[in-house]
């Protein structure tokens, strides 16, 4: 299996900045593509941003310009930057990595972390 280990969350006031971290380990897996979700009291699980093996990017509208994803590809990690956060952005935060993993045969995975809670006060 591949698990997903995320930290960084916090309170921080409007206008503040977070960077969130998100370290995938197993064995014998690959990632192709890891990316920042979230989810609001009442609301959908929705994308934040997304970064594939090659470092291209895309973001949701409401991020773009104060967000940036990253990538450590020998470390597995994946990180969220957030500057001038506001309220709205107040969410559990999930990372997602998927790719394939084993040996003889490979098999696509889908994993999760277990979000990690970002609080923006206004």
């Known amino acids: 299996q591949v698990q997903l280990v995320e930290s960084g969350g916090g309170l921080v006031q409007a206008g503040g900045s977070l960077r969130l971290s998100c370290a995938a380990s197993?064995?014998?897996?690959?990632?192709?593509?890891m990316g920042w979700y979230r989810q609001a009291p009442g609301k959908q699980r929705e994308l934040v941003a997304i970064i594939s093996s090659v470092r291209s990017t895309d973001y949701a509208d409401s991020v773009k310009g104060r967000f940036t994803i990253s990538r450590d590809i020998g470390k597995n990690t994946v990180y969220l930057q957030m500057n001038s956060l506001k309220p709205e952005d107040t969410a559990v935060y999930y990372c997602n990595a998927q790719g394939v993993r084993g040996t003889t045969y490979l098999r696509p995975y889908d994993a999760w972390g277990q979000g990690t809670q970002v609080t923006v006060s206004s």
């Open positions: 197993g064995s014998t897996f690959s990632i192709n593509t």
